[in-house]
């Protein structure tokens, strides 16, 4: 056993997910269509693909995910059973708004969280919850175009308001948009679907596109921070980035520019998200590329006005970069202009494993924008291997948790690092965001179910359920 560092009394252990990745239940009880609802299963290697529509014949694994809709009281039993203080989820915006454009609410959608809230808190779980977690209604996508256009402001805060009000008493920690910054790799349309709703041709100008749209989401961020506040000023409204730090690939001066250039290009959402203005470098960037913006004073006194309260982030793995020869501009482009870095392991879908990289993000976020973070996702997808006997020996999981948990623990005691709690992710086998996959698992709990659906659905314990229940129970120093 490992010896960590006891974390402070209230910290939030739990577990995270997002409604359309495990929930089911996609047309049922007045839900309407969602942009994870066209998209198809895909596989190590192999993208999903987004269709136009449901179609026949097509493998759409979000329709089922791991059927939670119908099993969620047997699962926050188990939850209950690991120690969890708090459950990440999203509300499927599509259960609230079906289409996403109605001026009035979906009952029975408003139903499902209430009873699903009520049962974690049953459990003595608090619901800790992201607002827009890849689940654009697809009725915005195609009629408004997702966030190219500035209507979906309206349809977000409407959509925050009426949650934020219903929840008032039974939700204290919110997040706005899920990994906002992913979209910086937009060069492959998954990322620019999925956090904005955009489907662009082969002639638009993608780059533009996306800090157009996230402009309009920060707006939209900033509004339901303050529409929240007002509703209950005790709610804690974080932002959600994907923090994944670029180091450089050697001391060259050009890498180490090139890697600064890598993080303001990712990280300038929170840039805005925390301190309420856009850095310097980014209008500077615009007009060098002549790209025309929508962003207004009335936006920018928005956004100072609406600032968040936390960093709320996930963190998987770091990536490396390096400068080009003879280039002053410093462009990075995501994902281009990564390398390999040769000091790390990676997982079997290439993710760099680096729990180093988790302390020194901490680091950097704490000097950089001075609030409290919450670490709402960490995790390790990998195939797991079900025994006759139902067991599953995950030791590989438990040995990415404690390499990464001890440095969050290190982060906090020997570094001063704010941290409310931590969230690792798919604590429950769930469906994969970038492949559509079952196969890739995350969970401490096992679900009976292939990437096709097929299967019984019933949930075991791995190996390490036993482990982080162990961990929680000692307050994060028994690794
Ligand atoms: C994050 C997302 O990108 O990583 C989750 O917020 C996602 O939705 C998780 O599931 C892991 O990624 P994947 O592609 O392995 O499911």
């Not at 089911?24 to 007045?30: P, R």
């Not at 990998?382 to 590989?396: N, P, T």
Request: with cysteine; glycine share 8%; charged share 25%.
């Amino acid at each position: 056993m490992t010896k960590g560092y006891k974390m402070p009394k209230g910290f939030l252990w739990g577990g995270a997910v997002a409604a359309h990745q495990l929930e089911g239940g996609w047309d049922v009880d007045g839900k309407g269509v969602s942009i994870a609802d066209v998209m198809t299963a895909g596989r190590n290697g192999v993208p999903r693909k987004v269709t136009d529509g449901v179609k026949e014949g097509e493998v759409y694994p979000n329709h089922w995910g791991n059927d939670f809709y119908h099993c969620y009281p047997e699962d926050d039993k188990l939850f209950a059973e690991m120690g969890f203080k708090c459950f990440r989820t999203s509300i499927a915006w599509t259960r609230i708004f079906p289409n996403g454009d109605e001026t009035t609410p979906n009952e029975a959608g408003l139903k499902f969280y209430d009873d699903l809230f009520d049962d974690l808190l049953s459990h003595g779980i608090q619901p800790v919850v992201t607002l827009s977690h890849f689940e654009i209604p697809y009725h915005l996508v195609k009629a408004y175009g997702g966030f190219s256009n500035r209507k979906m402001i309206d349809f977000f805060v409407r959509f925050a308001t009426v949650v934020f009000d219903r929840y008032k008493d039974k939700v204290k920690y919110w997040m706005t948009f899920n990994e906002i910054n992913n979209q910086t790799a937009w060069s492959d349309p998954h990322p620019l679907l999925q956090n904005s709703g955009l489907q662009l041709g082969a002639d638009d100008n993608w780059e533009q596109a996306m800090y157009q749209a996230a402009h309009y989401e920060l707006v939209a961020s900033a509004l339901a921070v303050q529409a929240g506040h007002a509703i209950n000023p005790d709610f804690q409204i974080g932002c959600m980035v994907a923090m994944c730090p670029i180091y450089p690939l050697t001391a060259k001066p050009a890498d180490v520019m090139m890697a600064e250039r890598a993080m303001q290009k990712r990280y300038w959402f929170g840039d805005v998200h925390c301190l309420g203005e856009y850095p310097k470098w980014l209008p500077k960037y615009f007009e060098r590329k002549g790209f025309d913006m929508d962003i207004t004073a009335a936006d920018l006194a928005t956004l100072k006005a609406g600032t968040v309260d936390y960093v709320g982030f996930s963190y998987y793995m770091s990536f490396v970069t390096k400068g080009r020869d003879g280039d002053q501009e410093y462009d990075f482009k995501e994902p281009d202009d990564f390398v390999e870095n040769p000091y790390v392991e990676k997982s079997d879908w290439g993710w760099q494993i680096d729990p180093t990289g988790l302390r020194y993000a901490m680091n950097w976020m704490q000097d950089r924008w001075h609030l409290p973070q919450f670490i709402v996702e960490n995790g390790f997808g990998a195939y797991d291997k079900k025994e006759a006997d139902g067991s599953v020996h995950d030791d590989y999981r438990i040995s990415y948790f404690r390499d990464h948990i001890l440095a969050m623990e290190e982060a906090v005691a020997l570094d001063g690092v704010d941290l409310i709690g931590y969230t690792p992710w798919g604590c429950i086998d769930l469906v994969s965001a970038s492949t559509g996959e079952m196969a890739k698992r995350y969970g401490f709990i096992y679900v009976d179910a292939d990437d096709n659906g097929h299967g019984s659905f019933d949930r075991s314990k791995k190996d390490s359920f036993d482990w982080f229940q162990q961990v929680i129970a000692s307050d994060g120093e028994d690794l």
